[in-house]
Nanobody
């Protein structure tokens, strides 16, 4: 069974940076397109960034130019480098298969990102 473990969140001031990591245990990691999602209080979960198994990337408009998604297949890990953070980026961040994929993995616990002004 696949397990997702997100880490790297924290509390930062606006303009700061964080690097999130997601370790995927079990399954065949390299074959899956992966994504980072976030859910702010009272809001729906949304896609933040996606990366294919060929390392093609795409980003939500709100984070384009500030966030970078990457993957390291040998470590079964997906990363999200977040720069120039704003309070609007405050949310719990999760990783999972890219949006639209059938049969998402069971969601992990996520990692909290809090940005203060």
């Amino acid at each position: 069974q696949v397990q997702l473990v997100e880490s790297g969140g924290g509390s930062v001031q606006a303009g700061g940076s964080l690097r999130l990591s997601c370790v995927v245990s079990g399954g065949i990691f390299w074959i899956n397109a992966m994504a980072w999602y976030r859910q702010a209080p009272g809001k729906e979960r949304e896609v933040v960034a996606e990366i294919t198994n060929q390392r093609a990337t795409s980003y939500a408009d709100a984070v384009k130019g500030r966030f970078t998604i990457s993957r390291e297949n040998t470590k079964r890990t997906v990363y999200l480098q977040m720069n120039s953070l704003t309070p609007d980026d405050t949310a719990v961040y999760y990783c999972n298969k890219a949006s639209g994929a059938p049969n998402y993995f069971s969601w992990g616990q996520g990692t909290q990102v809090t940005v203060s002004s």
